[in-house]
Structure formats: C-alpha cells, structure tokens
C-alpha cells in the first residue's frame, strides 16, 4: 500500500463468515489516507474467521483474516502443476458479491435532486478522483453507492462519468430540518414616516452585520486602563510631531501601535476560520472602522503595522481618514484586515460591544477617553487623582478564541496603554 503507510481501516468486509467465495473475489476494502484497496482473495475456499470489524484501525502486517482453502482448488493446483496455461480449464467468474446499489430519488431528467447517499462520508480516493473531474460534495452525495451501509466506491464514480454525470446540473431540494429554529412570522406594526431606501453600501453593511452575528458566537471582554501617559505626553509632543514630520498626531495612530504590539503577543487572535481550520495570519494588518460623510461605515487597513514606526503609522492613518472623508478610498486601501479597531469613543460612547469584522475573529473597541477621580497608588499610600480612563471592548469568535485568550489579549493592550514611556522622543 506504500512505504509511508503503516496502517489501513477496514471501510467494509463484502464476505460474511462461512460464506464461500471464488479466486479473484473482493473479501473487503480497505482505506488508507492516500488510497481505498479492494483485497481480492488469493483462492477460493471459505472465510472462517474475521479478526476485525469494519471502521476497525489495522496496523500493516495484521491478519485480518483466517481463509480456508477448498480442496478442489488444492487438488486442481497438483494436477496442472507443470502444464501450460493454454492446458488450463478456464474458469467461469464469478461477479462480486455486492450490496444492491442506492437507487437516485428521481431517473427524470429534472432540475432538482435529493441525496442518494445517506452517509456523507468520503474516503480520501473518492475525494481525490472528484477533485480531478472537478466533481463537487452535492454531486458526490447524489451517486448511487453500491458500497456497505451506502458508501461510495471508486467504480461509482467512475460509472457514473461513463454515463455522462446526470446530475451535474441539478439543484439541490433543502430539507427541512425538525430542530431547526425559523424566525417566527410576526406582522408587527412598522409604524408610519418618512420611508429612507437603503442605498448599496448600507445594504451590504447590513447583510455583512447579519452574517457575522449568524456565523460567529460572539463573547465580549472589558477591562478599563488609564491612559493619562499617554494623553499627557500627546498633547505635549503634537505640535513638535507635525512641524517635524508634517503629520497630525491623533490618538489613533497610538491605539494602532499598541494593538500591534499586542497582536505579536498573542498572534492567534490575528486568525480568521476556514471550516475545521483556524489560519493564523502571517501580516498584521490593523482595520481602522471609519464612518463616511454618508453615514456609512467602513474599514480601511494600515498594512504591516507591527513593522513601521509612529511615524509612518500616522502617515497611513491621516492619508486613509482623508480619503475616507473624500470618498476616495480604493479597493486597495480595504482589502487584508487582519484584526479591527472602531474608536467609539470619538462619537462620545463611554464603550462599544463592537460586532467582528468577518472573516477575523475578533474586534476591539475603544471608548471615550474621560477624566475621573481614581484611586492610584503612590509612595505615599492609596490617593485620590484625577486620571484619564477608558474602557476597552473585545468581541471575539468563541468558536476559536476563548475566554483566556481574549481577556489576555484585551488586557495585554490596556497594559501597553498604561505604561506608556511618557520620556518618548518624536
């Protein structure tokens, strides 16, 4: 079966115990993770004993089996021993025992289906064959299986591309599940006003929002960090940041280097989810959430942020806010997000519960940075101080991100926050 295989699952026995069976006959298939082997029997005789089950883990080298030989075969072989082939009778063969095969639901040629094969489960040969006749999952499941407990054999598929794929055009019937939830239909009274069509963008906006909410079980973490630091050394250092590099020096870009720092901290929230994979990304690339003169909402990305310094940081960030605000912003300016920040406290939110940004798995969101009477500790003891606080939000997939994973991440950027180095040259 290959040199790198060292151990097979039996997918069927196709002979029971005591049953006969003739030389060539298929006693059982067995499946590796490169290809299904049908095991054809050396002889005919009777199989007496099976060691395994079917969906039992053989490692190579096992006796699957016990086989008894019948004694015309023994004596059939003395005889001819010596002869020519040309001498031998020639034996009648005889068709495999099979299992009768799953007949399709419906032999019209109409344009709708339903499942042929109740088991979804293909082996990695059946995947491989589908692949090279660019055969998708929906077409799989409507071949006719002659396998045990209706599994589908390579000479399934391939029969069915000698008869011309019947059902490669066919649209799949949903069935209606019992357990599944449907929105009740409730005719609610909507009220009477002005009637505001959707335009496109709010329209993709909400079929993104409704998606993301649908797709991802959503879970928010908060922790509240002081950011006086980095406020005082701010409005000290701004007017010095653009006479020097010619750009503004909002909070933002700062909120940008923080999170990057965090992100390379803890990288798998820099993931998004591709069926039973989590792909960890390699960039990091931080969506700003920024909202148009239309009132509509959109995420450009500075790219690589981990990589670049405050400087060009701000550069990015004041080049997409201006074209954001022009409505110039290209496709290019945002595709590749990797993880999202929405800054709600520009609108005068005290925090967010911030909906993620499909396809990453999480999104935080910053609130309104406001001066209140905290209690800090000094050399002299606990004081009251008036100090900068804001509330940070983290909404996470719970699907890949748990709860330790989120509430250190959010906290490790609350830290950044906090110990701001107020002596940072410009």
């Known amino acids: 079966m290959g040199e790198s295989i060292t151990e097979g699952t039996i997918i069927n026995w196709l002979i029971s115990e005591g049953d006969a069976f003739e030389e060539g006959d298929i006693i ?14 050396p002889a005919a005789g009777t199989l007496v004993k099976t060691m395994f089950q079917a969906k039992d883990v053989v490692p190579v080298g096992e006796v699957m ?16 021993v010596g002869k020519s082939d040309s001498e031998e009778p020639q034996k009648k063969k005889k068709e495999v025992k099979r299992q009768k095969p799953v007949q399709a639901a419906s032999t019209s040629t109409s344009t709708s289906f339903s499942t042929s094969n109740s088991n979804t489960f293909f082996s990695p040969l059946i995947i491989k064959i589908a692949k090279e006749h660019h055969i998708s999952f929906e077409e799989l499941a409507r071949i006719p299986a002659t396998g045990n407990e209706g599994r589908l054999r390579k000479s399934d598929v391939f029969q069915y591309i000698d008869d011309g794929r019947p059902y490669k055009f066919a649209q799949p019937v949903a069935e209606k599940d019992p357990t599944a939830y449907r929105i009740p239909q409730l005719n609610f009274d909507k009220g009477k006003g002005k009637v505001i069509e959707m335009d496109r963008m709010r329209q993709m906006i909400a079929d993104h929002m409704v998606y993301s909410k ?25 007017v010095a940041f653009q006479e020097k590099h010619g750009e ?11 999170v990057a720092k965090a992100v390379k901290d803890f990288p798998n929230i820099n993931a998004s989810v591709d069926g039973n994979n989590i792909i960890v990304k390699e960039d990091i690339n931080i969506g700003m959430a920024t909202a148009l003169p239309s009132g509509n909402l959109i995420v450009p990305v500075v790219r690589n942020a981990d990589t670049k310094d405050l400087k060009q940081i701000a550069a990015n960030v ?44 999480a999104i935080l969101a910053l609130g309104i940075i406001k001066k209140r009477p905290e209690v800090i500790t000094t050399e002299k003891g606990d004081e009251i101080a008036i100090r900068s606080m804001m509330y940070l939000s983290l909404s996470f997939d719970h699907r890949v991100v748990d709860g330790f994973l989120g509430g ?11 110990q701001f180095d107020v002596n940072r040259t410009i």
């Open 248 to 258: 503004r020096l909002t909070f933002t870009p700062l909120f940008v280097e923080a």
């Open 214 to 238: 649908h797709t991802s079980p959503h879970v928010t973490a908060y922790v509240e960090a002081d950011l006086t630091n980095m406020v005082n050394w701010r409005n000290a250092n701004k």
């Open 408 to 418: 250190s991440f959010v906290k490790r950027v609350a830290d950044y926050f906090e």
């Open 65 to 80: 089996a016990i086989l008894e030989v019948s004694e015309e075969v023994k004596s059939s072989n003395k005889k001819h």
């Open 28 to 41: 059982l298939e067995v499946a590796t993770d490169k290809v299904d082997n049908e095991v054809p029997a």
């Open 318 to 361: 004041n080049e997409l806010a201006g074209k954001a605000r022009e409505n110039k912003l290209s496709g290019d300016d945002i595709k590749g997000s990797t993880f999202t920040i929405s800054n709600v406290g520009t609108f005068g939110s005290v925090m967010g519960t911030p909906i993620i940004n499909q396809p990453e798995v």
